[in-house]
C-alpha cells in the first residue's frame, strides 16, 4: 500500500494592522481565503472538508466565529474541524489537515486561521485567566510576565544579554520591511530596543509583539493532485507535543530547565524524525518560528537542534540566522511584527510553503528546499513543528 | 503594595484545598509530602506526580527558599495594581518544592535568581497569601 503524501498547494493572507475595522470578520476571513484558493488555483468546489483554526474567543468579539463566516470559507455542506491549542492553534490547523488527507479520507482540505485581538479590551489582562487560579492567578501574571522569568533563567545561566535581544528584533523588524503583510513596518535601531519601555524585566515593549487583527488560509491536498502541478510545498514531517501545567513544574527538569522550551523540543523532534532529519542546522534552508519575544528565538534555536544547548546567543552573535546567515529565521519578519493569535501559526507554516515554492517574493531565501514551519501556545505548554520541502519524499 | 487591588480569586475549600488556606490564614506554610515516596510537591492534587500513590498528608514548610526565576513587572495584568512589583519562582531548598509567588519588602533590582529567602505574608480581603522577602543576612 502506498503512502498518501500531502502538499500545500497555495497560501492567502491579508494585511495585519492593530484593527481591520475596515472589514467585518467575514470580510477578513474571505480575504485570505479567495487569495489562497488563488494562489493554489483551486475552485471553492474542490475543496473536500475544512479545518478553523481559532483561538481565544473572548478576543474575537464574538463566540463560534466559524459559525459567522460560515460562507466566507464556503463550508456549508462540508465537513468541518474547528481546531484550538492557544497560539499553537494555526499550527495544530494543517497538522489536523494533514492527517485527514493522509488517512485517505479528503483529497483537497481548506485550513483557515482568524483571530481578531482589537475586539478585547485587554489581552494580558484576558491572559492572567490562563494560570491556575487557585496558586498562581494572585501573583498577578500574564503571557509576559510568564515569559520574563524565561529570559531571567536564559540571562543566568546561557548568557544571555540584552545585546542579544535587541539584535533579534532589529533582524526581524528589518525582515518585515521585506513583507508587504505584516503589521509593523519601522527601522529600528539595538538603542531604540535599549531605550523601550520596560514591561517585566528583562522585557520590554521592543522584544515583544503586537495584538493585530488578521486572517490566513492554506489549501491543502494529497500528493496525486499535487504531482501535477508547478509548485507545490510537501509536507515531510510533523510534530506536535504538550508540556506540564505550572510554571515552577518546569524549573529544574533534566531537559529544558525552564530556560529552553521542551515542549518545542520534543515536537521538533518528531517532525525531523519524520522527515528523517539529522542535522536541522545544516539540512535546513529556512526557519519561521513561532516566537513572540525576542529571548524566545534565541531558546528555540536550541530547541529546534540549529545550535547546541547552551550556545544560541552564538547564532546572534554570528548573524546565522540573519538573511545573509546559513540559517535565515523568520525572513517574514515573524510573530514581533504581525500577531494575529491564532492565525499566526499557520501564518509560519504559510510563509515556510512560500519559501520551499520559490515564491516569498522580497524576503525569498535563495534557493530554500526544505523549510521549518513552528507554532507556540498557552504560555509555552502546546507545540507544533512541521517540515516542508520543495520535492516530494517519493 | 496596594493590597485593595490584588486578587480576585476565590480560593475554593474542599479537602484538597482548604488545608493550605486555612494554614496560611494562620500564617503557616504546608505543603504536600507523600507517605509513599517521601517527596514533596505543589500544588496540591489527589496523587503524588512523582510516584502516582494518593497517600500524602499537608506537613509544614520551613519557608526558607530561593529565588529560581523572577521578573520585575512594570505593567500589571491588572492596570489597578500597584507597580513595579516582582513575580518569582521560589525553591523550599530543603524540602524540594517550588511555588510562583511575589517577592515583596526589597526593590526589584535587588532581587537576583540564587538569593536566599524567607515566607512573608500578604493579606488582603481577608486572604493571606504567601510571598517571599530576603532572609536576613545575618540568618543566610
Known sequence: MSVIEVAVLGFGQTKYKTSRADVGTPELVFEAVSRALADSDTELRDIDAVVFASAPEVFEGVYEPERWCIDAFGGVGKPLIRVHTGGATGGSGPLAASRLISSGM???????????????????????????PIYEQDVQLNVITGIALVASRQMEFFGLTEDHMAAISVKNFDNALRNPYAHLHKRITEQDVKDS?????????????????????????????????????????????????????????????????????????????????IDPRRELDVVEVYAPFSNLEVAYYEALGLAPHGKGIELV?????????????????????????????????????????????????????????????????????????????? | MNSDHRGTNDHPGGELTAPFWEATARHELVRPVCGSCGRSFFVPQYLCPHCGSENWEYEPSDGRGTVASYTVVHRAPDPRFETPYV??????????WSLMTNIVGVPGEEVEIGMPVEVSWIEFEGDTLPGFTPREKAAV
Not at chain 1, 106 to 132: C, H, K, M, P, W
Not at chain 1, 338 to 357: D, H, K, S, Y
Open chain 2, 87 to 96: 513575580v518569582a519562582v521560589v525553591d523550599l531548598v530543603e524540602e524540594g
Open chain 1, 317 to 394: 552573535e554570528t548573524g546565522a540566522t540573519t538573511m545573509q546567515g546559513d540559517i535565515p529565521v523568520v525572513p517574514s519578519g515573524g510573530c514581533m511584527t504581525a500577531n494575529p493569535i491564532g492565525a499566526t501559526g499557520l501564518i509560519r507554516f504559510g510563509e515556510a510553503a512560500l519559501q520551499v515554492m520559490g515564491r516569498a517574493g522580497d524576503h525569498q531565501v535563495d534557493g530554500a528546499r526544505l523549510a521549518l514551519a513552528t507554532a507556540c501556545g498557552g504560555i509555552d505548554q502546546f507545540y507544533t513543528s512541521a517540515v516542508l520541502a520543495s520535492e516530494p519524499k517519493q
Open chain 1, 106 to 132: 479528503y483529497e483537497n482540505v481548506l485550513v483557515v486561521g482568524l483571530q481578531r485581538t482589537s475586539e478585547t479590551a485587554d489581552a494580558q489582562q484576558v491572559f492572567t485567566t490562563i494560570f491556575d
Open chain 1, 197 to 277: 519601555r520596560q514591561l517585566a524585566w528583562p522585557l520590554r515593549l521592543l522584544h515583544t509583539c503586537p495584538r493585530s487583527d488578521g486572517a490566513a488560509a492554506v489549501v491543502m491536498s494529497s500528493g496525486e493532485k499535487a504531482r501535477n502541478r508547478s509548485s507545490a510545498a510537501w509536507v515531510r514531517g510533523l510534530g506536535c507535543a504538550a508540556d506540564v501545567y505550572r510554571i515552577g513544574d518546569r524549573i529544574h527538569d533534566t531537559e529544558s530547565d525552564y530556560a529552553i522550551p521542551r515542549a518545542q523540543a520534543w515536537s521538533a523532534q518528531q517532525a525531523y524524525t519524520e522527515a528523517g532529519i
